[in-house]
């Protein structure tokens, strides 16, 4: 196994923002860690990581126990890296802020140029090798950032959400560096992500972190609104025109998540108890692996995930007028 946490916690201000029972991670998979913010995931990257110490609990590496006493976790520190959401380079050349690692660990010169044009030639950033790295954009950096981490020749690397502050060019080049990274090279990947769908395309397992615990679900369709009584079933009431059924003890204001598990596009508008019909035009299609999200605006962008043989059932397209129905059962107060 290469991680196992038993009874971990980090304790920040008198607060746990991170309390994981138990979680193991196997060797040479790709995970992907989800949850919103604040619910611990890069937290859980700077423990694995051996950057930060938990306050409580045993974290398993390679199935030993770790200890995280300075003078002891340099050995660890070479084998795992961690690439940063927004990485900090040196005030120098590309080629210079890779080199520095590598200088540390006194790699000869001539071995050092190699290893740098490697790392640069994985993730298609050669010809920047002179450049200085104020000229790059956001998503080279990012890059930049990947080929030092890799020029360390680490067993396990970590991103802290790797695609949040780039363009879409930028995301693709990730994506496909990653899955080079792991596919060419045997790295284990782990990555923290709000991007559910770009987890599914890229991550063997995911992970879902919820206010420092796992859950067994990351939490979507996310709303603000006020619940409200109509006839014997209460809603919570979505942008002024939206009605979503929920339980809920008292008329308050709400957040709410809606599982697109749970919603399911229908042929009439006729409701069932605890149940609602919204009307809504269909802008986003997209596959993920062995279902289809649909996304239709009705009222509010909802998200629903369908077998692949549902969806061929349905035979629904861009464009489309459909009935949705949300459930009761389908919807969680957080």
């Known amino acids: ?70 003078n002891l976790l340099q050995p660890l520190r070479r084998e795992v890296v961690l690439v940063d959401q927004h990485p900090i380079l040196f005030s120098t050349s590309v080629y210079k802020n890779i080199e520095f690692g590598l200088k540390i660990r006194k790699i000869p010169k001539q071995e050092r ?3 740098i044009e490697a790392s640069l030639d994985m993730v298609g950033m050669r010809e920047f090798m002179s450049a200085d790295n104020h000229h790059l954009s956001g998503g080279e950096t990012q890059r930049v950032a990947i080929a030092r981490a890799l ?5 396990v690397m970590l991103f802290d959400e790797p695609t949040s502050s780039v363009d879409v060019s930028s995301q693709i080049a990730i994506e496909n560096i990653i899955r080079n990274l792991h596919t060419e090279k045997g790295i284990s990947i782990i990555f923290s992500t709000h991007d559910l769908l770009w987890a599914s395309k890229l991550a063997d397992e995911k992970i879902f ?21 109509k ?33 399911k596009i229908v042929a009439s508008k006729k409701a069932d108890d605890h149940a609602e019909i919204l ?26 995930l369908l077998k692949k043989k549902e969806y061929i059932d349905l035979r629904v397209c861009i464009g489309d007028t459909v009935m949705i ?10």
């Open 151 to 155: 020029a360390c020749s680490p067993k």
């Open 1 to 70: 196994m290469l991680y196992s946490v038993r009874n971990l916690k980090k304790i920040y201000n008198g607060r746990a923002v991170l309390d994981l029972e138990r979680l193991s991670l196997e060797k040479g998979k790709v995970y992907g860690l989800l949850g919103p913010n604040g619910s611990g995931k890069t937290t859980l990257l700077h423990i694995l990581s051996f950057l930060t110490s938990p306050s409580a609990g045993t974290v398993f590496y390679e199935d030993k126990p770790v200890s995280f006493a300075e």
């Open 113 to 115: 140029k190699k290893i």
């Open 325 to 334: 129905k949300c459930f009761e059962h389908g919807v969680s107060i957080i």
């Open 279 to 304: 009307k809504g035009r269909i802008f986003q299609l997209t596959e993920e692996r062995e279902k289809v999200r649909v996304v239709a605006d009705v009222g509010i962008p909802l998200s629903v």
């Open 231 to 263: 006839g014997e079933q209460k809603y919570c009431l979505v942008n002024e025109n939206v009605l979503i059924p929920v339980k809920a003890d008292a008329e308050d204001w709400v957040k709410i998540a809606v599982n697109p598990k749970s919603v």
């Open 209 to 229: 972190l919820f206010e420092g615990h796992l859950s067994s679900s990351v939490y979507e369709n996310i709303f603000n609104g006020k619940v409200l009584v």
